[in-house]
């Protein structure tokens, strides 16, 4: 059975527990195939301390279009201390391990993709690819103390790029403080970047 948020989301979810001896541990989500585009809808709320380790999201290539990501969108929402490591996604149009999309002054911060595999392959509808390690479309967000390590962006397959990158595939009015990528982005398109794809009106401190 396949478990998912399928509504927005406006709660708190916190992964953070304490033992009975007090010892504080992170929530692990593992093991997780899935052909849904997504675990979380649109985030208004806090997603924190959480750990998702070996997630298949839409490696079939069932949902052709439309929002893949552990998170469907961020919109207003805080996302703090969550790590995606080795695991794959298969996006057409919007894509990113940690959220296909942000907008609305959100922040997403203190957070990690390690390891992972991103595929991007022909939407069946006349689109560009907005894809990227950690998110794939970004407006009025803040992205601070983020990395992408060990990440293989395979975008050979496509029908055109408004914006692949390691970090962020394309953003506008977006702050950018403290982020890096590392790893391996294969593309015979336009507006691919190793931290940003494209960028409009954003500001980067890295």
């Known amino acids: 059975t396949q478990y998912r948020l399928s509504r927005a989301f406006y709660g708190t979810i916190d992964g953070q527990w304490r ?3 007090g010892e504080l541990h992170t929530a692990v989500f593992k093991n997780i195939s899935m052909d849904m585009p997504y675990m979380i809808s649109d985030l ?3 997603v924190r301390n ?6 298949r999201m839409n490696v079939s290539e069932t949902s052709a279009d439309g929002y893949i990501g552990f998170i469907r969108r961020v919109v207003g929402g ?3 201390h969550v790590e995606i490591v080795s695991s794959e996604l298969h996006a057409s149009i919007r894509g990113g391990f940690l959220t296909s999309e942000s907008r609305a002054g959100s922040v997403i911060q203190n957070s990690s993709v390690k390891n992972s595999r991103l595929v991007t392959f022909e939407p069946s509808s006349n689109s ?3 894809v990227g390690g950690f998110l794939g479309y970004a407006h009025q967000t803040e992205i601070k103390n983020c990395y992408v390590q060990g990440l293989e962006l395979d975008n050979m397959k496509a029908l055109d790029n408004a914006g692949i990158g390691g970090l ?3 953003t506008d009015t977006v702050t950018v403080k403290n982020c890096y990528t590392e790893g391996a982005i294969h593309t015979g398109y336009r507006n691919a970047g190793g931290l940003i794809g494209y960028q409009a009106l ?5």
């Open 168 to 170: 962020a595939g394309y």
């Open 50 to 55: 959480l750990k998702v380790e070996n997630l």
């Open 128 to 130: 560009k690819a907005y």
């Open 44 to 46: 208004y709320g806090t």
């Open 202 to 206: 954003s500001l980067i401190h890295i």
């Open 78 to 80: 805080t996302v703090d």
């Open 19 to 21: 033992d009975e001896s």
